[in-house]
């Protein structure tokens, strides 16, 4: 198609396809749809919506036709394919200019443009992307704004790229070029200070480009392998040697150190113990890795984090002096070594020591020999050098198991160094109370604790508040024996009360309560001279945190403890327990309850509204009904029988199969304990229960589960029975005979429902009861239930296993404890 010609041509019939007559639209659109394979016509398109003098609309239509011809002609491979040399011109103009002025046009070229790059960029098309970063610089208002519009169109449809080729054409070149511009970036930080608006845009460009790294290094681990060589130089370069100072912010370091660590310690590049049963990706990996982490890389690395990264800053150090709470709960648990510096370097110290600790072993015991003996207190450096040293062996204490002996250390220095009571030394005294909580589970005899408890109860005389927070792990530890620490429990369980009663911060709490707990788990009935003081304050506590719901977690796991080691000294607790209404701690208390008092008769006034919520502690909450249940059934049904039997009935309305033989399950520890009282008070739930068994309930727990109560008040309470069985004859209009047959004959075909022994049992005790009667329709079913009880008795899961009597109410309370699976 000759473009000089054909363009009036083809001008001509766009502004007929634009027509609302149909007569002139209709042949134009055929013409249109012919001219569609003619080389040359998209050319002509492309004169056509970007010549602005044009009609709108035929230049809409235009572009319209352009942007559909690329989805059906523009791959080599489809029939009527544009050829290479219309696509290399129609490229060119396409992008040479970014001024349309009307919006609607501009956005289908930007999407256009997009659909070609998608096909061609960036092999075809290299120079698309360099075209638009710099027509984006330009100071026209209008050539920025399409260039934008462009680039963001062009991006979006790049990033849907999912043949492997091409995703590993686009990242070879932008991760490479990552390094290159993290570069520049840096360098121009030299430039603008910390009081430039710039200065936070260009830092948080810095850590996207990083995060692209981290990003693809923990999606992709194998396809990063040509870059760790690079990662591993740059990150190393900025963070460990001067190549950073000046430029190397502390947001720019986590990130570089999470770099290291992830490729030291990434599983896709460890091989196996077995060389030749590892992937050739991994081998490759790891030898990049080795080639790396040469000794002298390894020891600078080590002594550079442990002298310069390890060190408290005179920040950290008057934050102690002025907010120890704050410095006490610094962030350092959890993922915060993602995030924050100091975490950050010791889960990389960590993972490095433990990846090649033969290497880096000597070079920290050197460290530890050089630091033997007593420091000066006025050279701060070398005091907060050494508790720099002190941190690093007790993050590496595993490793060190065998190269250090740490008894001997204990006795002949840092037993001494935890006596000396100058205020500089106060972060060494810290630190070794730290570090002995790190190696005493690897290696402390148990013989020396005494002294360390000695120890231990000097320095919580200080009042520090940082030396608190080191004090859990002594205690809580697997040979903690009580009787050495007894001597020192009241005036160590006092000091921490009393910290626990000064802090103000939430978190500081909840460290102070996690102690106490372990305290008390540990000395267990030990404790009881001294916790009353703690028990009374714990309901103050409980209102004072009405907004921090972890640290009432904390006060409920300490209560909890407490209960477990303390209930028959505490009569006052129950008052407590309705301001700490929790189901888990009331569980708690009725499970340690040798009897019903009026104060936990009177909070089961609670019990409705947690059962209308039916949420997930419904099986805790019929725990503790079958625990009052247990414990006085008489008193317990007389005041709340009618409220509770309402609200099983309103929950037996809407709640799952799990949750109706839950409730069933209730009922009949009812019947079992109180079997006079009990069928009573639930009444107008056991006509449901018969006509399920009548009905033939298809599910076979829920079935077991029917006779189960049924059966119990059958045999325990016969009476009752008869007017439960008269009541169903009225309301089934069934004769009372045929009624009482038809329920033996579904009890004795679905005894194969029940699975447990002892109900079996239960159900052959309950139709055996009925036989002394001259009933012609029990006579009648006489082989049936003789059948299913001698079935009952030569069971082979009773073999050998004693089943407790759950027949006998005077049975003791801990024998009708209910399984797990039954409640």
Not at 20 to 31: H, R, S
Not at 518 to 529: D, G, H, K, T
């Amino acid at each position: 198609m000759d473009l000089n010609s054909a363009s009036t041509v083809v001008l001509q019939v766009l502004t007929q396809a634009t027509s609302q007559d149909t007569a002139v639209l209709k042949p134009a659109e055929e013409q249109l749809k012919q001219w569609e394979i003619q080389p040359g016509f998209y050319s002509v398109l492309l004169n056509i919506f970007t010549n602005h003098t044009l009609d709108v609309n035929v230049r809409w239509l235009a572009v319209l036709y352009f942007k559909n011809g690329i989805d059906r002609y523009w791959r080599r491979v489809a029939p009527h394919s544009l050829s290479e040399e219309e696509k290399s011109t129609l490229r060119a103009g396409l992008i040479t200019n970014f001024n349309e002025p009307v919006n609607q046009i501009a956005t289908q070229i930007s999407v256009l443009i997009a659909k070609v790059a998608r096909l061609d960029c960036p092999r075809q098309w290299p120079e698309l992307i360099p075209t638009l970063l710099e027509s984006v610089k330009v100071h026209d208002d209008l050539r920025q704004h399409r260039a934008l519009l462009t680039f963001y169109h062009v991006t979006k449809t790049l990033a849907s790229k999912r043949l492997a080729a091409d995703r590993k054409l686009f990242y070879d070149g932008f991760l490479h070029a990552v390094f290159e511009r993290l570069k520049q970036f840096l360098e121009c930080s030299r430039s603008i200070g910390t009081e430039n608006v710039c200065r936070d845009r260009l830092e948080k460009t810095i850590i996207l480009f990083t995060k692209v790294l981290l990003d693809f290094l923990d999606q992709h681990p194998f396809s990063f392998t040509p870059l760790i060589q690079r990662s591993l130089e740059f990150a190393v370069s900025y963070v460990f040697t001067e190549a950073g100072e000046g430029v190397a912010f502390e947001r720019f370091i986590v990130q570089c150190m999470n770099l290291i660590k992830m490729i030291v310690k990434n599983y896709a590049y460890k091989p196996s113990k077995h060389f030749e049963d590892s992937s050739p990706e991994t081998l490759e990996a790891h030898k990049i890795k080795t080639s790396f982490f040469t000794y002298p890389t390894l020891m600078e690395i080590c002594r550079r984090l442990v002298s310069h990264y390890f060190l408290l800053t005179e920040e950290e150090l008057t934050m102690w002096e002025e907010d120890p709470e704050g410095f006490t709960v610094e962030e350092t648990g959890g993922d915060s070594w993602k995030y924050s510096l100091r975490p950050c370097t010791e889960v990389l110290f960590i993972d490095i020591f433990h990846e090649y600790n033969q290497t880096l072993t000597p070079v920290l015991l050197e460290m530890v020999h050089s630091l033997q003996g007593p420091t000066n207190v006025e050279d701060t450096n070398a005091l907060l050098i050494k508790d720099a040293v002190y941190n690093a062996v007790g993050l590496a204490a595993y490793e060190l198991f065998d190269s250090v002996d740490f008894d001997q250390w204990f006795k002949n220095q840092l037993l001494a160094e935890l006596q000396v009571s100058h205020n500089r030394y106060k972060p060494i005294r810290r630190r070794v109370i730290w570090l002995i909580g790190q190696w005493i589970s690897v290696k402390f005899k148990s013989d020396l604790r005494p002294m360390l408890y000695e120890a231990i109860r000097n320095l919580l005389q200080d009042q520090d508040l940082v030396f608190f927070f080191n004090f859990c792990s002594p205690v809580d530890d697997f040979e903690f024996r009580t009787e050495q620490f007894l001597p020192y429990l009241e005036s160590m369980f006092t000091l921490l009360f009393q910290l626990l009663q000064e802090v103000t911060e939430c978190d500081t709490k909840m460290h102070v309560l996690h102690v106490l707990s372990c305290v008390i788990e540990r000395v267990n009935i030990q404790i009881r001279p001294y916790v009353g003081c703690l028990v009374q304050y714990l309901p103050l506590l409980w209102k004072q945190s009405e907004e921090h719901n972890m640290l009432r977690c904390a006060i409920l796991t300490t209560l909890i403890h407490l209960i477990q080691v303390k209930y028959q000294n505490l009569p006052d607790t129950f008052s407590h327990l309705y301001i700490l209404c929790d189901i888990l701690c009331w569980l708690v208390t009725l499970e340690n309850s040798p009897c019903l008092t009026p104060e936990l008769l009177r909070i089961f006034q609670n019990m409705s509204a947690l059962l209308e919520l039916s949420s997930e502690n419904l099986r805790t909450c019929f725990k503790i009904i079958s625990a009052y249940i247990f414990l006085s059934s008489s008193e317990f049904l007389q005041v709340y029988s009618g409220d509770l039997c309402r609200s099983f009935c309103e929950l037996l309305k809407d709640i799952t199969t799990e949750g109706q033989v839950q409730v069933l399950k209730v009922v009949e520890n009812v019947v079992k304990v109180n079997p006079a009282l009990g069928p009573q008070m639930f009444q107008p739930l056991l006509p449901s229960v018969f006509r399920g068994i009548i009905d033939g309930e298809r599910y076979p727990v829920v079935m077991s589960t029917y006779l189960g109560v049924i059966g119990r008040v059958l045999l325990q309470n016969a009476s009752f029975f008869s007017l439960l069985l008269s009541q169903m004859a009225c309301e089934c209009g069934q004769e009372l005979d045929q009624l009482l047959g038809n329920m033996i004959e579904m009890w004795v075909d679905r005894m194969d429902n029940i699975t447990q022994p002892e109900r079996r049992k239960l159900s052959a005790l309950a139709l055996l009861s009925l036989l002394p009667s001259d009933n012609s329709v029990i006579q009648d079913k006489f082989c049936g239930i003789i059948n299913i009880s001698v079935e009952g008795l030569h069971d082979p899961a009773l073999q050998g296993i004693y089943i407790p009597d759950m027949l006998n109410i005077h049975t003791p309370l801990h024998m009708l404890t209910i399984p797990e699976d039954d409640i």
